[in-house]
């Protein structure tokens, strides 16, 4: 499937698949990107596996993608080199942005972009350009001049570190989902994926390995 064409006049057409954990907003993204006649989007998914699934079978120019999907950033970044992927995300924390680009994301917008600059960034991004949202860049640079301070499990993304504290905390999987405000099952995944990357036969020593090396509050972990 040849998705790298141009238009009538000449433009360049570009094929994207939106993913995000939330279909209104995913929705929403894709009727402004019909608007502007230059860009298509071709599939939609709100979970992780989903959206590899599509990516690898449409193969779209632009994976636009929720930074909650790390995980999948990581994997369609090394099976599928030739689809460019741009990130969306809240900003809250740099740590988000920083997991996005190890990944293999090619830019960082934030999801009060307007339409005007999705489009754009996905362009550029097409093209093999590197994006960052308005802000965006400024907070990058900060958090590089920063000396980077020593964090366990290295190998685990933002999102994952985070799920780990949760459990360090005891939480149950539906208390995450709330806290973090992801699909229960995004939350089942990110579990397993920390459990398999910490070697951990279960949550419970996934948990006690987290309060040993600082992460969590003390509350007792009455509920692992």
Avoid at 141 to 155: C, E, H, I, M, V
Avoid at 180 to 193: D, E, G, I, M, Y
Wanted: glycine share 8%.
């Amino acid at each position: 499937m040849d998705t790298d064409r141009t238009t009538g006049r000449g433009t360049r057409h570009v094929t994207v698949l939106v993913a995000d954990e939330h279909p209104l907003y995913a929705e929403g993204v894709r009727s402004a990107l019909h608007e502007t006649g230059d860009v298509t989007v071709v599939g939609a998914a709100s979970e992780a596996l989903d959206a590899i699934r599509l990516a690898v079978r449409l193969r779209p120019n632009v994976v636009l993608i929720d930074v909650a999907m790390a995980d999948a950033v990581d994997y369609l970044s090394r099976r599928c080199p030739a689809v460019r992927i741009l990130t969306l995300g809240t900003g809250e924390t740099e740590g988000d942005l920083v997991a996005a680009l190890r990944a293999g994301t090619y830019g960082y917008l934030l999801k009060c972009a307007s339409p005007g600059e999705i489009a754009a960034a996905v362009r550029s991004v097409a093209l093999g350009q590197m994006v960052f949202g308005r802000g965006v860049g400024a907070r990058l640079l900060a958090r590089l001049d920063t000396p980077a301070a020593q964090t366990p499990f290295p190998g685990l993304t933002q999102r994952e570190h985070e799920i780990l504290e949760h459990l360090a905390d005891g939480r149950s999987n539906a208390e995450i989902a709330r806290e973090l405000r992801l699909a229960p099952k995004t939350v089942r995944n990110h579990v397993s994926n920390v459990l398999t990357k910490l070697e951990a036969p279960s949550r419970t020593d996934a948990a006690l390995r987290a309060r040993d090396a600082g992460l969590g509050s003390r509350r007792v972990l009455a509920r692992v």
